[in-house]
Structure formats: structure tokens, C-alpha cells
């Protein structure tokens, strides 16, 4: 199990207390650079999102909030980095109760299209690539509004 304590962990550093200090513009919560692209707060929100409801999904043990992807919360700067903090605290707390049968578990998840049915194994490594994902957004959106992203630390 402990591998799997460790793939946590480094998705946690993804967006440890730093990252969420650094983009203190409120105003940047609600930037995107082309209207087919959330914005900074909805990233973050999405980000969240996708921790509680995939580990929900995974464990069953009950999230901080309810999360559906088809009405996403408000985006603000203060629901954002709530939301965060709530997730990324339920990873850390839900990642060590994980079992063996709930990493085998074969998962159909139809929006999925064209990739295999993955397994809990597979769901956690795609959390961790999302956030990294939707972080990397994050910065380039910082960038743009002339903000210095922190340095990757790991």
C-alpha cells in the first residue's frame, strides 16, 4: 500500500499551501484566455471536483462535499481554494484506507470513450496526471496575466 501513499502524496505537492498563497488576485479566479476555457477558479474547482468524486466513487467513504461534474459550484476565490483544501484533505485522509480489492476493481466509466476500463490502480494515477494537468492551465493562465507561478518543488 504504500506505493500508493506516495502517488497521494505527490499529488498533494501538486498544490501544497504555496500555490494557493501565490495566486491571491481575486480577479484572476474569473480570467480565461479564449471562451473555450474555464477559468482559473473553475480549473480549481474541477480539480477538486475530480478528487472527492473519484475517491468517493473508489472507497465510499463520504467526501466534504457532494461534487457533480454537470453543476459545478461557484468558482470564486474563496469556494476555489475551500474546495481545494477540503479535497486534497479527504485524499490524504481516504489514500491509506484503501484496500486491495477496491485498487483491482475493474471501473466502467463511459466518459472514458476509446480507453480501456481502468482499476483503482489506474484511476489514482489518472488523478494525479489530471491535477498536474489542470495545474499546469493554472500557471500558463498566470503567466499570461504577467504572475509568476511558484517554483516546482517535489
Known sequence: MIEYALIGRVGVQYFDSRFAVLTHSA???????NSDEMTFGEQLVHIAGGNVFRFHQITGIQPPFVFVPAKPPASDKQSALRMLEQSFNYVIEVLPQ?????LGRTWHLPTWKGRADPDGRAMLVNLLVH??????????YMRI??????????
Open 27 to 33: 480577479c484572476l479566479y474569473n480570467f480565461k484566455p
Open 98 to 102: 484503501i484496500t486491495p480489492e477496491q
Open 131 to 140: 491535477t498536474a494537468h489542470h495545474r499546469a492551465q493554472c500557471e500558463v
Open 145 to 154: 496575466k504577467g504572475i509568476r507561478p511558484p517554483d516546482y518543488t517535489f
